[in-house]
C-alpha cells in the first residue's frame, strides 16, 4: 500500500525534516512566512486555521504565535510527536491530531483559512485532498497551498539537467544538499508513483480548483522570492515554490466532494 510506504518514509524523515523547522523558527525564517500569509487572510484575531500535513508543526507554531486557533493534522505520528516538542508551551494551544489529508475527519464549514505546505505533490489522490480542504472551509474562506513541482526531474530530462545543476550549485557553495542527505532512492521510489510527480504545476491546481469556485483561484510562480532564504534557492533554483490561494464561495466545496 501506497499510503504505509509514504508513511514509513516520513517516520524516517521527522528527526531531520523537525531539524528544518528548528532552524527557520530560530532565525525569523517564521516571521518571514507569516508577513506572505498574513496578506492572504480573513481579517480578524479569532480565525479558525486548518494546518495540513503539518509535519514538526512549522506553519502551525508561527499561527498559533500570533494568536489564531490552530488545528494541525498529519499522517505520520512521527512528525506529530515533533511538532509538539518543537512547540514548547504552545502545543496547549494547537490542537494535533493524526488525520489523512485525504480524508478529513471536521465537518463541513470548520474553518476560516485552510494551509499546507510541500503537501499536495506526495498525495496519492490529490484531487480528493482539495475537495476536503475546499469542504471544511466556511464561505469566503481561504485555501493557501505551497508547493513545487518536486521530483519532475524524474520524468522530463530537461528537468533532470536543471536539478543536476542545482546539486553542482550547492557543492560549489559548500552548503547542505537537501536532497542527497536524505533517503533518497526511497523518495524517488515513491515520487514516480504518485502523480504529482509527472504533472506540471500549478496548472493542474487552477484547473481543479477553478471547478468548484468559479474561477476564484489564483496562482503566485514567485512567493519563493519573499519567503526563501540563500540555501533553499541554492538547492532548489530548478523548481521554484508557486502558491495557489482559492476562495470558498457558495456551495462550491460540497460541488466539488461531490464531483470527486
Given at each position: ?57 512549522f506553519f502551525a507554531i508561527l499561527l498559533a504565535k500570533q494568536g489564531y486557533e ?16 518543537n512547540a514548547g508551551a504552545l502545543a496547549k494551544q494547537i490542537h494535533f491530531r ?132 540563500s540555501t533553499e534557492r541554492a538547492n532548489y533554483a530548478s523548481t521554484p515554490m ?19
Amino acid at each position: 500500500m501506497l499510503l504505509a510506504k509514504i508513511e514509513q518514509y516520513w517516520t524516517g524523515r521527522a528527526e531531520g525534516y523537525s531539524e528544518v523547522n528548528r532552524h527557520e523558527l530560530a532565525t525569523g525564517q517564521d516571521q518571514v512566512w507569516f508577513r506572505e500569509i498574513r496578506k492572504h487572510l480573513p481579517e480578524g484575531k479569532h480565525l479558525k486555521i486548518l494546518d495540513v500535513g503539518t509535519g514538526p508543526g512549522f506553519f502551525a507554531i508561527l499561527l498559533a504565535k500570533q494568536g489564531y486557533e490552530v488545528t494541525a493534522v498529519d499522517y505520520t505520528e512521527a512528525m506529530l510527536r515533533q511538532a509538539k516538542e518543537n512547540a514548547g508551551a504552545l502545543a496547549k494551544q494547537i490542537h494535533f491530531r493524526r488525520m489523512d489529508a485525504q480524508k478529513l475527519e471536521f465537518p463541513d464549514g470548520t474553518f476560516d483559512a485552510v494551509i499546507s505546505r510541500n503537501l499536495t505533490w506526495n498525495l496519492e489522490k490529490p484531487e480528493k485532498a482539495y475537495a476536503e480542504w475546499m469542504r471544511v472551509l466556511k464561505e469566503g474562506g481561504q485555501l493557501l497551498n505551497f508547493d513545487a513541482n518536486w521530483y519532475h526531474h524524474l520524468f522530463d530530462e530537461r528537468m533532470r539537467r536543471k536539478y543536476e545543476e542545482d546539486r553542482e550549485r550547492v557543492e560549489a557553495l559548500r552548503l547542505e544538499d537537501h536532497y542527497t542527505c536524505t533517503d533518497i532512492d526511497a523518495m524517488e521510489e515513491i515520487a514516480r508513483q504518485v502523480p504529482m510527480s509527472r504533472t506540471m504545476r500549478p496548472a493542474w491546481d487552477l484547473r481543479v480548483l477553478r471547478t468548484c469556485t468559479g474561477g476564484q483561484v489564483q496562482a503566485d510562480e514567485r512567493v519563493w522570492e519573499r519567503v526563501w532564504d540563500s540555501t533553499e534557492r541554492a538547492n532548489y533554483a530548478s523548481t521554484p515554490m508557486f502558491l495557489v490561494r482559492a476562495v470558498k464561495c457558495g456551495a462550491a466545496g460540497a460541488r466539488m466532494a461531490v464531483s470527486a
